[in-house]
């Protein structure tokens, strides 16, 4: 079973920033946070991951609250093309730990 | 220039049949991995080798098997198709626990 919970969808208007929540309170001190997205009919596509601090790239942002329970992923200036199926994962830096991918949230991008 | 890439991207075939999936990747990592994406959407790992040993073994028939010719390859030979054998087959790559990525699938239906 995947460690995390995200909402099922979730709109966001073109061009507005889109915020997606997870939960996972029971992460535990050196797993990562990670997400990936899969858009349709291609396969999942890393976005970015992080620890405790927050961490930001080309793509995307990512805030982890200070207790690790939780984290949002933001799009800043969502697009169209952004349009997929978000998946937050945590998972230990080790050969032997598996990504579990649950459900994920369906982001869709209103024009 | 693809980094991950799977050949065939569509299958067909009957029940019974024996096919292969072939997966090579340009990124010099030394991880590879399959997973399968049922009709429900869940993403599952099936293998991972790393320097062409089987790290993970998921409960997976052993009608399939993994093939790592070298540390760019990692194919899937798959015996006595069965209907429930239908989906789409992902391969990934990454360099040990880092960071995976995928290849654009292979869509697989066995009539």
């Known amino acids: 079973d995947a460690k995390t919970t995200q909402p099922t969808s979730m709109d966001c208007a073109e061009g507005r920033a889109a915020n997606l929540p997870c939960n996972h309170s029971?992460?535990?001190?050196?797993?990562?946070v990670y997400w990936y997205r899969q858009i349709h009919s291609q396969g999942p596509q890393y976005i970015i991951h992080?620890?405790?601090n927050n961490e930001t790239n080309e793509m995307a942002s990512l805030i982890i609250t200070e207790d690790r329970k939780s984290s949002t992923l933001i799009l800043p200036h969502a697009t169209l093309r952004d349009t997929a199926v978000y998946y937050c994962?945590?998972?230990?830096?080790?050969?032997?730990?598996?990504?579990?991918f649950g459900k994920g949230t369906r982001l869709h991008i209103l024009p | 220039d693809t980094a991950v890439s799977q050949t065939p991207k569509y299958l067909v075939t009957q029940m019974g049949n024996d096919k292969s999936i072939k997966c090579e990747q340009n990124?010099?990592?030394?991880?590879m991995y399959w997973y399968k994406q049922d009709s429900k959407k869940f993403l599952k790992i099936m293998f991972s080798?790393?320097?062409?040993?089987?790290?993970i073994n998921e409960t997976v028939p052993n009608r399939f098997s993994p093939k790592s010719p070298d540390k760019a390859h990692l194919n899937l030979h798959i015996n006595s198709l069965e209907l429930g054998d239908s989906a789409v087959y992902f391969c990934?790559?990454?360099?040990?626990?880092?960071?995976?990525?995928f290849g654009p699938g292979t869509r697989l239906l066995v009539l």
């Open positions: 990934a790559s990454s360099h040990g626990e880092e960071t995976q990525y």
């Open positions: 029971t992460i535990s001190g050196n797993e990562y």
């Open positions: 992080g620890l405790k």
């Open positions: 994962i945590a998972k230990h830096m080790n050969r032997d730990d598996k990504i579990i």
């Open positions: 990124l010099g990592h030394d991880t």
């Open positions: 080798y790393n320097n062409k040993e089987l790290i």
